[in-house]
């Protein structure tokens, strides 16, 4: 874990060092140095003088320990313990590090001491000093801190044994003393080297500020900045150098900014024309786009009508539309502007003439006229005027030109679609005519089949019942066999009208229309056909043109199925939606490649799936089928109510 983040912590703590100025590291290096030697001596001495100073105080309590028991020989012998308590109190009197004294016998036993409470408990038995040693001394905590206890043989251990008890308060008032005023002391020598480090500093940084402010002036874009001279030290040579490439980054930069207003001029252009919209409010945002890039106060795109010889006004920005009008009148009649028409190149008009309608504008003393140029067809001029005469240079019309192609484009684009357009509509148009007319011709077959020929069959067959019955038995048998031929032709004929022209889809609705077909189609083909109808439960019928249009979806769809699919079991699902109904048709049969059979260049093979989805979006829906070989086919339909 720490290894992991000590590039992350080293990356912090670098950044953070670097990140004040060069005249706060300067100084900080020259205080750093001098706190550090400061508090290296001044921590060095305390540490010498505090081992010096205790090793004194330890060689003082030996000499009075010494002299304690010099003096108490004699009180000892002769008993007088009175006389060695005045010596322990004299002691502590004259030693103001000693805080504590006390007269053991030979047996250990305390002849006298200096406690007012008495010999605390235990402190008797903490040190004993041998008849042969000179003095024993260690060292006891207590709540002053720690006291050298040191224990002196008195008569070599005879009379008995003197201990003295010393506190180190005096050796810690010393060597704090001392420190204070070597802190003192170093911060007097700090403060010298700081005011001489901020001198050096001034020196040193002076130029590197004066040469940070023109960065920052240069950064914020005023390429016009330079720094001072100052010598031809390192700094000087520094702001020689940075001076040159100021000059350079303002040449690079003029150029730089020229590029990118025409590359902004053209991508706002490119953005306008992208946008789904008619060709005018096209060309006006585009040409409210490129004014706005280049700074223009007005605009105008006129284009030439199909199959005319003359110039309608398309776009006008800036200006009364009135001036853009009697410009267009007079674009071709003499018009400088009709160099750029015939020619097909750009014109710059400056001075205006004097019949020129812009000349009524105040503001404006030059316009340019672009060809707008399609497949070297010139489709109109785009035109932009300018308040300044010689505002229109080499780049500028260069720049006007690439957007008037990239206009012309656009407007032939627009022209084949409305083109495209019109002819989808035609073709929509007599597509639902046809269908139309499909379905009026299978009602006249359908009402004729089961009018006209079913009413001959019927009369046929009464006809040959009668024969019959007045037939021998041979004679009669034919005439059986023939009536039942009749009878067959006339349940396939009744089957034909009601296939042509369902009556229940018009009388009932699509649900007991398909629900009819449904059964027959079972009867029919022996196919085990599973129909739902869902949301048709309240009567709700749909409109004619829908409910006319799925029957023939979905019968077209089981009629594919009966010829190809090769299946067992068919799915129908009808289901009606808020906004739209739904109607899902499946297979378990054999399947077939949907891409394949669409792209065939067969017209039988996809026909009837053609006819399906044609179907579907001449009613604003949509038909998707779907099926793989050897799994089965869907064809799913959704149409808008």
């Not at 070599?156 to 180190?168: F, I, K, N, P």
């Not at 799915?571 to 792209?599: M, N, P, T, W, Y």
Request: aromatic share 4%; with cysteine.
């Amino acid at each position: 874990m720490l290894s992991s983040n000590s590039p992350w912590l080293t990356a912090r703590v670098r950044d953070y060092l670097l990140r004040p100025s060069v005249r706060i590291k300067i100084m900080g290096i020259v205080l750093a140095l001098v706190l550090l030697l400061g508090l290296g001596v001044t921590w060095q001495v305390r540490g010498n003088m505090t081992t010096a100073l205790i090793a004194q105080l330890q060689e003082r309590g030996v000499s009075i320990a010494r002299d304690l028991a010099a003096h108490s020989t004699d009180f000892i012998l002769i008993n007088n313990t009175y006389a060695l308590h005045e010596l322990l109190q004299d002691s502590i009197r004259n030693n103001a590090d000693l805080r504590y004294a006390f007269i053991l016998d030979a047996n250990n036993r305390v002849l006298a001491h200096s406690f007012d409470a008495g010999l605390p408990r235990g402190l008797a038995e903490k040190n004993f000093a041998a008849p042969t040693e000179r003095a024993h001394s260690i060292l006891l905590q207590s709540d002053e801190g720690l006291i050298h206890d040191i224990a002196v043989p008195i008569f070599d251990g005879r009379a008995g044994v003197a201990r003295v008890g010393l506190t180190e308060d005096s050796v810690h008032r010393a060597v704090d003393n001392l420190t204070g005023q070597m802190l003192l002391t170093t911060l007097l020598v700090s403060l010298l080297g700081v005011g001489a480090a901020y001198l050096l500093t001034l020196i040193l940084t002076r130029p590197i500020l004066t040469l940070v402010r023109v960065t920052e002036q240069v950064a914020r874009g005023d390429l016009a900045q330079r720094v001072p001279p100052w010598g031809d030290d390192e700094i000087g040579k520094l702001s020689s150098a940075f001076n040159r490439m100021t000059a350079e980054l303002d040449q690079s930069q003029r150029a730089m900014r020229r590029r990118n207003r025409e590359l902004a001029a053209l991508n706002a252009v490119a953005n306008a024309v992208n946008t789904p919209a008619s060709l005018t409010d096209t060309l006006d945002r585009a040409l409210r786009a490129l004014l706005a890039d280049l700074g223009l106060p007005a605009g105008w795109v006129m284009l030439r009508a199909r199959n005319a010889d003359h110039i309608e006004l398309a776009s006008w920005v800036g200006l009364p539309r009135e001036l853009g009008l009697r410009e267009a009148a007079t674009a071709l009649h003499g018009c400088p502007c009709t160099v750029a028409l015939t020619d097909k190149r750009s014109v710059i008009v400056a001075p205006l003439p004097e019949r020129c309608p812009l000349c009524e504008a105040r503001d404006i003393a030059a316009h340019v006229t672009i060809p707008i140029l399609a497949r070297d067809q010139v489709l109109g001029v785009l035109g932009v005027a300018s308040g300044e005469a010689s505002v229109f240079d080499a780049d500028e019309m260069k720049l006007l030109e690439a957007v008037g192609q990239q206009l012309g484009v656009v407007i032939e684009n627009a022209r084949l679609w409305d083109d495209l357009r019109e002819k989808e509509r035609v073709r929509g148009q007599l597509l639902e005519k046809i269908i139309g007319a499909q379905e009026d011709e299978r009602k006249r077959i359908a009402r004729e089949l089961h009018d006209d020929t079913g009413q001959a069959i019927t009369s046929l067959m009464v006809g040959l019942r009668a024969a019959s019955d007045a037939s021998e038995t041979t004679t009669r048998t034919r005439l059986d066999g023939l009536r039942d031929i009749a009878a067959q032709t006339l349940e396939s004929v009744k089957r034909l009208a009601r296939e042509l022209r369902p009556a229940a889809l018009d009388d009932l609705g699509l649900s007991a229309a398909l629900e009819r077909y449904a059964s027959s189609y079972r009867a029919n083909y022996g196919l085990n056909v599973d129909l739902q109808m869902t949301g048709f439960q309240n009567d709700r019928r749909l409109p004619g043109e829908i409910e006319l249009a799925l029957y023939r979806i979905i019968q077209e769809a089981l009629t594919n199925i009966a010829k190809h699919a090769r299946a067992q079991n068919v799915s129908v699902v009808v289901e009606r939606k808020r906004a739209s109904v739904v109607a899902i048709v499946e297979d378990d049969g054999q399947g077939f490649d949907a891409r394949a059979v669409l792209a065939s260049p067969h017209e039988e093979t996809k026909l009837g799936l053609h006819g399906m989805r044609e179907r579907a979006e001449l009613l604003g829906g949509q038909l998707q089928i779907e099926s793989t070989p050897g799994k089965g086919s869907s064809v799913f339909v959704e149409i808008p109510v």
